[in-house]
């Protein structure tokens, strides 16, 4: 055995500032970038594309007439 702790994930940086990751805040660097990023997301900051058809159409498929 050589003693050797190989660490669990490889160092990477971080996305909001760009310092390298923190094991305990992993991919960010610290807390704080990790707030940040959860910040911009419940803001609407962040917004994953969808169908541009989103507007409602006459025919709802619910049987009405």
Known sequence: MSGTVTPLRPKRECPECGRPSDRAS????SPRCKAVDLNRWLSGSYVIPGPDD???????GSGER
Do not use: A, H, K, V
């Not at 992993?26 to 660097?29: A, E, G, L, R, T």
């Open 54 to 60: 989103e507007t409602p159409s006459s025919d709802d």
């Open 26 to 29: 992993y991919p960010f660097c």
